[in-house]
């Protein structure tokens, strides 16, 4: 069972750079989020998916775009890199249901200069 | 906006001790929570999901309880060993958000 798979697991961007981080997960679930984790901050939402086609913002969308055009995958794109988004991103998952808990990622480390 | 809070932010015990983590949360509207671990550079291992209805749930040397009314979680580890050293998480959910605390960070000493 592959769960939950992101690519790639690192990056180095240039400043103004742009770059798009993949999620891919074969439970079927229907939910999908991508969180970035940075020292003292704890984890905190981008952006979220609760099917589809479908995407919401999360506490930290600014500066990152996303989208979910087929069930299995969520994108999150960095459109012009900046320093600020060097950080841990993990891509997680869930079922619809009100019972089911979250399924992570690995995560990509993502540093911009 | 739901808060969640960890103490301690560190804990260092030697092998054998059981380990007592805490976790409170300030919107009780929860479906549930779950307990992660993290080692160094790596991603979230659930350990347990606790059901917003159940009180505690148990796997092996690990036993979380909830008190949803208070805001409560704690989660014990027994008999510890040096490879339980890592970052334990706790994280609520509301409605389709995930939220977390900042984690516990653990060590072991042999």
């Known amino acids: 069972n592959a769960g939950v798979t992101q690519t790639p697991k690192f990056r180095v961007l240039k400043t103004g750079q742009s770059m798009t981080l993949l999620c891919a997960q074969d439970m079927n679930h229907e939910y999908m989020y991508w969180y970035r984790q940075d020292p003292g901050m704890g984890l905190r939402l981008i952006h979220y998916s609760v099917g589809e086609g479908t995407t919401a913002k999360g506490e930290v969308p600014d500066g990152y775009n996303v989208s979910r055009l087929k069930k299995q995958n969520f994108l999150l794109g960095l459109e012009s890199a900046a320093p600020s988004q060097t950080s841990v991103y993990f891509c997680?998952?869930?079922?619809?249901?009100?019972?089911?808990?979250?399924?992570f990622g690995s995560g990509t480390r993502l540093t911009v200069v | 906006k739901q808060e969640v809070t960890q103490i301690p932010a560190a804990l260092s015990v030697p092998e054998g001790e059981n380990l007592v983590l805490n976790c409170s949360f300030t919107?009780?509207?929860?479906?549930?929570l779950q307990w992660f671990r993290q080692d160094p550079g790596k991603g979230l291992t659930s350990l347990l999901l606790?059901?917003?209805?159940?009180r505690e749930q148990t796997s092996g040397r690990l036993n979380a309880s909830l008190d949803k009314s208070s805001g409560r979680s704690t989660l014990y580890i027994a008999a510890s060993q040096p490879g339980d050293s890592a970052t334990y998480l706790c994280?609520?959910?509301?409605?389709?958000?995930?939220?977390f605390g900042a984690g516990t960070t653990v060590t072991v000493r042999a």
């Open positions: 994280a609520v959910r509301n409605d389709y958000k995930l939220s």
């Open positions: 997680a998952s869930s079922g619809a249901s009100i019972s089911y808990g979250y399924t």
């Open positions: 919107d009780s509207a929860i479906y549930n």
């Open positions: 606790i059901q917003s209805s159940q």
